[in-house]
Antibody
Framework: VQLVESGGGLARPGESIRLSCAAS????????MNWVRQAPGRGLECVAY????????FYADSVRGRFTISRDNAKSEVSLQLNSLRAEDTGVYYC???????????????WGQGTQVTVSS | DIQVTQSPSSLSASVGDTVTVTCRPS??????LNWYQQKPGEAPKLLIY???RLQSDFPSRFSASGSGTEFTLTIKYLQPDDSATYYC?????????FGQGTKLEIK
């Protein structure tokens, strides 16, 4: 299993960035996916979730209305569009694969290496 | 969002010691509780899932228990490589929220 993020970088407040995650080593269409971020020296925050069929999507309150998660099962990719960026969006963004124990209880065994997003004027 | 409180926020212990970290979700999450280990510059690694199931990458010195609103992670016979930050995460309510982390220093 590999999850490889790309697209991070430096942006000014109000600008946009698109993150992508290329998945390999497993049947991507069967798995729900998350984006988890970590601000500098801070803890972990699930910012977006998308189920395997793109029918169910959740966002953290802190990003709802500004970020959009999407996936392309044919390409085994999940993306996160970050709009109206703020300084507090700065951090490492991880692409994370969800799986369910017993078909019910979610946990995340596989994480990408993360991509850095820095929002600064 | 469900608040998840971890304690302590940091601790220091010696090689061979036993330490315990506590995680308290603000509402009952049944056994929908996972633990992760994170070392500086690395992505988090799954340590425990479904409250008490040890991920195969880790030795049996690591154990966890709990249900509802109180969970514990115990590390016995501490080794230098256990130095890391440990996070709990509830996955019963969306969004899946993490505790603030417990930084473990090995003296």
């Amino acid at each position: 299993v590999q999850l490889v993020e790309s697209g991070g970088g430096l942006a000014r407040p109000g600008e946009s960035i698109r993150l992508s995650c290329a998945a390999s080593g497993f049947f991507f269409p069967s798995y729900n996916m998350n984006w988890v971020r970590q601000a500098p020296g801070r803890g972990l925050e699930c910012v977006a979730y998308i189920d395997s069929s793109s029918r169910t999507i959740f966002y953290a309150d802190s990003v709802r209305g500004r970020f959009t998660i999407s996936r392309d099962n044919a390409k085994s990719e999940v993306s996160l569009q970050l709009n109206s960026l703020r300084a507090e969006d700065t951090g490492v963004y991880y692409c994370v694969r969800n799986q369910n124990y017993g078909g019910v209880i979610p946990f995340s065994e596989y994480w990408g290496q993360g991509t850095q997003v820095t929002v600064s004027s | 969002d469900i608040q998840v409180t971890q304690s302590p926020s940091s601790l220091s212990a010696s090689v061979g010691d036993t330490v315990t970290v506590t995680c308290r979700p603000s509402q009952s999450v049944s056994d929908y509780l996972n633990w992760y280990q994170q070392k500086p510059g690395e992505a988090p690694k799954l340590l425990i899932y479904v409250a008490s199931r040890l991920q195969s990458d880790f030795p049996s010195r690591f154990s966890a228990s709990g249900s509802g609103t109180e969970f514990t992670l115990t590390i016995k016979y501490l080794q230098p490589d256990d130095s890391a930050t440990y996070y709990c995460q509830q996955t019963y309510f969306r969004p899946h929220t993490f505790g603030q982390g417990t930084k473990l220093e090995i003296k």
